[in-house]
């Protein structure tokens, strides 16, 4: 129903519009209690938390996965919540949240692909990014989305972001403005790890499986001569902040072979998944194709 959603939309922008000006550390608490809340809530997203889980750290032991999963939940509900601020508060508000820790040179133009791993500070990085690139005449930053299937937050999301100069390109579109892109010298953001079907997809490992992973980055790396560099917005010690940390280039990336590098790029994604598994987005099927004959890994 047309109007049911309309209200939907109502209501929804304008808590994020409330939460954008409240104090931080509440809307922290807000944003824990809400992932607490749906971890209790039986839903499909809640098994498919567990079952990556289960996949990826089969070591573990049934009663510890129901612990990382709830904190993953807390951690997850939490960065709903913060992107009230990220979407619509100010430069200060943003870069009090996200600080930018850089092994590279910014702004100086040098073709780059910089790869974003789904954890829950990424929208955070791309906008505290953007914020200094907009403060420093720096080249713009450019994201690739996927629609979403509520076409008014789409089209929300997509002026939140560019907000201070970034732009938002769709996944499905032309591969020559996307090279012209990086060639300018914009910051490129890509972020690999999700199964967007078999096109220009390959299976390679992630955490032992076979996981459909799409080959853009090297293909990408190579027709524009882009260096290749990971991105990770990660939970600072004491959980009042992120650090947005770049890394320097990749070394001897992109080779030749599109299929090795990308089994490359999913094992640097999964030594930072090691590191804080509960910040990152296991509510993602990672799995959902499988190579031809093997049965689905969510049933």
Same mark, same amino acid.
């Given at each position: 129903?047309?109007?049911?959603?309309?209200?939907?939309n109502?209501l929804?922008?304008?808590?994020?519009?409330?939460?954008?000006?409240?104090?931080y @550390?509440? =809307?922290?608490?807000?944003g824990?209690?809400?992932?607490w809340?749906?971890?209790?809530?039986?839903?499909?997203?809640?098994?498919?938390?567990k @079952?990556?889980?289960?996949?990826?750290?089969?070591?573990?032991?049934?009663?510890?996965?129901d612990?990382?999963?709830?904190?993953?939940?807390?951690l997850?509900?939490? #960065?709903?919540i913060?992107?009230?601020?990220?979407?619509?508060?100010?430069?200060?508000?943003?870069t009090d949240?996200?600080?930018?820790n850089?092994?590279? =040179?910014?702004?100086?133009?040098?073709?780059?692909?910089?790869?974003?791993?789904?954890?829950?500070?990424?929208?955070g990085?791309?906008?505290?990014?953007?914020?200094?690139?907009?403060?420093h005449?720096?080249p713009?930053?450019?994201?690739?989305?996927?629609n979403?299937k509520?076409?008014?937050?789409?089209?929300?999301m997509?002026e939140?972001? #560019?907000?201070?100069g970034g732009?938002?390109?769709?996944?499905?579109?032309?591969l020559r403005?996307l090279?012209?892109?990086i060639?300018?010298?914009?910051?490129?953001?890509?972020?690999?790890?999700?199964?967007?079907?078999?096109r220009?997809?390959?299976f390679?490992?992630?955490f032992g499986i076979?996981?459909?992973?799409? @080959? #853009?980055?090297?293909?990408?790396?190579?027709?524009?001569?882009a260096?290749?560099?990971?991105?990770? @917005?990660?939970?600072?010690p004491?959980?009042?902040?992120?650090?947005?940390?770049? #890394?320097?280039?990749?070394?001897?990336?992109p080779t030749?072979?599109?299929?090795?590098?990308?089994?490359?790029?999913?094992?640097?994604?999964?030594?930072?998944?090691?590191?804080?598994?509960?910040?990152y987005y296991?509510v993602?099927?990672?799995?959902?194709?499988?190579?031809?004959?093997?049965p689905?890994?969510?049933n």
């Amino acid at each position: 129903m047309p109007w049911l959603q309309n209200v939907f939309n109502f209501l929804a922008l304008n808590l994020l519009r409330l939460f954008a000006f409240l104090p931080y @550390t509440l =809307t922290i608490y807000v944003g824990y209690g809400l992932g607490w809340l749906v971890a209790h809530i039986p839903n499909e997203r809640v098994k498919v938390v567990k @079952t990556n889980l289960r996949l990826c750290f089969p070591n573990l032991s049934e009663d510890e996965i129901d612990v990382l999963a709830l904190e993953h939940w807390k951690l997850f509900g939490r #960065s709903v919540i913060e992107r009230s601020r990220i979407w619509l508060g100010n430069e200060k508000q943003i870069t009090d949240i996200v600080t930018i820790n850089s092994a590279i =040179t910014l702004g100086d133009r040098k073709p780059r692909l910089l790869i974003n791993p789904h954890f829950v500070g990424l929208e955070g990085g791309f906008m505290a990014l953007s914020v200094l690139a907009s403060q420093h005449d720096w080249p713009r930053g450019v994201g690739l989305y996927q629609n979403m299937k509520n076409p008014f937050f789409n089209q929300k999301m997509i002026e939140w972001r #560019s907000r201070f100069g970034g732009k938002s390109i769709e996944r499905q579109s032309r591969l020559r403005d996307l090279i012209r892109e990086i060639q300018t010298g914009n910051f490129i953001f890509i972020a690999p790890d999700i199964d967007l079907g078999q096109r220009d997809s390959v299976f390679v490992p992630f955490f032992g499986i076979q996981t459909n992973t799409i @080959t #853009s980055v090297s293909r990408l790396a190579r027709l524009s001569g882009a260096e290749v560099c990971l991105m990770t @917005t990660a939970l600072n010690p004491n959980r009042k902040a992120y650090t947005c940390n770049i #890394s320097a280039p990749l070394p001897n990336f992109p080779t030749d072979d599109v299929e090795a590098d990308t089994a490359r790029l999913n094992k640097y994604i999964e030594v930072l998944v090691r590191e804080r598994p509960a910040e990152y987005y296991w509510v993602h099927k990672r799995f959902k194709n499988r190579p031809p004959g093997e049965p689905s890994l969510y049933n």
